[in-house]
């Protein structure tokens, strides 16, 4: 999954984030973006699991924030 911010003067878009690792039993993918970050959630296995995972804006530093059991792991994740 790629994640793209667009300008919105000039309409030029740009890849911020490339998300590795996606499998089958991901359904569904939201977005949310606030003024610093970029939430990610995903839904395993019919909406019965989900992750979420924290980038800057600019893609930096992505952080796997809850991992699929539901636990808060803060932990830094690779590019």
Known sequence: MQIYEIDTETGISK???TMKGLSADER???IFVT???IFIYRYIDNYGKLCIT???RDGRNPVLVMDENGEVVMQALEK
Do not use: H, S, T
């Open 28 to 30: 569904m993918i939201e």
């Open 35 to 37: 003024d610093n970050y």
């Open 54 to 56: 924290r980038v800057n």
């Open 15 to 17: 890849e911020v984030y």
